[in-house]
């Protein structure tokens, strides 16, 4: 089946406001096995909104709109659907009385009388609880089409999305759809081609394609079956024989960043690290604090931009800075240990490096990074060269070596 | 002049990438006047793509594109759009000579033959460099509609959208557009609303509006005039009573954020600052050094999730977090002097707090948050709370909350 989606929003046109539940719901249906055609943003523009649904009734079986079901004048996503979609709209007194229990129990304050267009949705559809705002989704069928409208806002259209959404459309299908991501790093996509492209190019179902994300790849494996049970049988050998050529490339399946895969092993270990950053400033330890939860796996750590700051917080002797510089293998190292120590963290990783645009005071050329990782077991430092890459990419993949090294260390793999 | 933007690439649709092009080009667009109708994105497919150029064709005046620009079989925007525009494809020598001197100065690998297929371009168009890669640009005018072509990879199409495309749509006018933003903290978009609303709803040359972004206000006005002088003048008197009418809520005009306001002034002014972060966990570090030449401002600080970490890496007394616990006054002022201790910087930031989802083991609630910041002249610190925010959300306001507190320092404004 091919969908299509129509985001509805004037502030998307005026670049206000990024467009990231297109990205959302194209990966959650792509992972179901349906493929997505057409995005199409438009604003709150009767006109121009009924253009782009006119255009999607011809030629799509799945729409999927986001944004313009809020209460207010501007909110037309739902009258103008129904209009083209000749569908009537009829008051559902169960989701009035849901939004007013949001507003006592959430809010705290009254329900505003306009609130009640919210229960307003199209006659014998499925209503879809928005269990973190006001606005319910639905879906209806009609002329052969399948339409779900969801919510704007991009925290409250995940959630109906993963609850809603998705099952739903999982639901119109006798078949089942699953996906199994293989997620890797330090192998480029490229590689990957050339190691699985024999397979790949003869696969039907289960198929098989790598996704390459700024500084790792995703290899997803999809399979069609009566059953789940079918498609996680069709699935288990492909994902075998890719781990087996791939190896220790493979950091995980189904996890969304080496960070988390990190989150969890550590967790599991009872273990905790620290960090100590100079280039990456305080972005190793961003990633990891996003997680609820993370002071089970984190202790804290040192940015340590200037070299002063290097020996003062972290113990890093100022000899290592003189001889070797602060960009160098010994002061990695020294880094580490001095972040472990410091914070009695049984790991610490560390990185120091020239993120550019300018090569260092000692002419170290940009993207020249060296991340090392301090255990009771000794320490092990990596040299990066990142050639062309500019700033932030660099950072990027430098935070991901060092969650890399933390990965191999917990699971007894190779760690420079 | 109303704009249309198609965006081409399956890998959009498959939601391995976020089209962001999109918005960084309405934004541009809107700067200068031209309002956005739509956003189509298409994979790398002849008929879908032919079906939205031709949608396009109808209703728009000016159409860009990004994507499918590349030398492969599967870049096919050129092809389609010269067929849908009735328009031939011409080889232009020097573009070529260009894409071999790039991939020798840059790339350093001889370039391969099928790159030739990108000096292929309309007819008579302009042509649009492309320093930061090998896929040239191009506009030209065809049946009323004017057509820019764009690469895809956002770095390039940044480059070129601002150093080629606004000139040439703002060429097409003999009406320059102009704006200006003034970027607000600490203030509610509603409020503002009410106290501008009377100026607003009179206005129409220069318009002024509101851009709520999530934990800040941007209040943009747009004048059109014959010359940018004329459209300055126009703009000048309704800055400054909108300055007048915010007061020290307005951070800075036609700056990006506070952590690069903040990178500004304390440049200017030449002093450092350091950071001591719990809840944020790296996050107003990350923000400063993602600048290059940050480390002119800024020399380092100590991500202290663990209370421990506080006391031994920042030397906040272990009475403090006793008697008062780590998310109090007390404890953020003491981070706060204890980063500027460690480090020798001028002025020091932290932040304390519970960014949830659940409420600390003292029954602090979700969003009580506590920003610090030590002077020479003393420590300020504010208390605030964040209601029902999310944790990002929390993470996100609790840094701008102490890049406020800079900005206020450094121009002699009340800090708490």
Not at 288 to 293: K, Q
Request: with cysteine; hydrophobic share 40%; charged share 25%.
């Amino acid at each position: 089946m091919t969908a299509e989606i129509i985001a509805v929003g004037t502030e998307l046109l005026t670049g206000a406001v990024t467009n990231t539940n297109a990205r959302e719901i194209s990966e959650a249906l792509h992972a179901i096995g349906i493929t997505v055609g057409y995005h199409t943003t438009v604003g709150d523009d009767p006109r121009a909104l009924r253009s782009a649904l006119a255009a999607a009734r011809e030629r799509a079986e799945i729409l999927i709109t986001t944004g313009g079901l809020g209460p207010t004048y501007d909110d037309v996503t739902k009258d103008i659907l129904c209009d083209v979609f000749e569908q009537k709209l009829e008051f559902h007194e169960e989701v009035a009385e849901k939004i007013r229990a949001f507003y006592e129990t959430s809010l705290h304050t009254p329900m505003p009388e306009n609130n009640l267009r919210l229960a307003w949705l199209p006659v014998g559809c499925a209503v879809f609880d928005n269990p973190v705002g006001t606005a319910a989704g639905c879906a209806f069928e009609e002329g052969g089409v399948h339409i779900v409208m969801l919510p704007g806002p991009p925290y409250e259209m995940r959630t109906m999305l993963h609850a809603h959404a998705i099952p739903y459309l999982r639901g119109l299908s006798h078949e089942v759809t699953l996906s199994h991501d293989l997620m890797t790093f330090g192998i480029r996509e490229s590689r990957i081609d050339e190691l699985l492209h024999d397979r790949m190019a003869s696969m039907t179902n289960p198929t098989l394609a790598p996704y390459a994300k700024p500084s790792e790849v995703c290899v997803r494996s999809t399979a069609h079956a009566a059953s789940a049970q079918e498609a996680e049988a069709l699935l288990r050998p492909v994902l075998e024989e890719v781990r087996r050529i791939l190896g220790d490339f493979v950091y995980g399946m189904d996890v969304a960043s080496l960070p988390e895969a990190c989150f969890h092993l550590l967790k599991e270990q009872g273990l905790t690290f620290a960090t100590a950053e100079s280039c990456t400033g305080g972005m190793i330890a961003q990633k990891i604090t996003a997680f609820p939860g993370s002071s089970a796996v984190y202790r804290g750590g040192v940015v340590s931009y200037w070299s002063e700051v290097k020996r003062d917080a972290l113990d890093v002797p100022w000899e290592i800075i003189e001889k070797f510089g602060a960009v160098s293998d010994p002061c990695a190292r020294a880094m580490a240990e001095g972040a472990r120590r410091l914070t009695g963290a049984d790991l610490a990783v560390s990185v120091t490096g020239v993120a550019g645009p300018d090569s260092d005071e000692r002419g170290n050329p940009v993207g020249l990074v060296y991340i090392a990782l301090a255990a009771k077991e000794g320490t092990w430092c990596r040299k990066t060269e990142n050639g062309n890459r500019r700033r932030d990419l660099i950072r990027e993949v430098s935070v991901n070596h060092a969650y890399d090294m933390i990965r191999r260390y917990l699971t007894d793999l190779p760690i420079e």
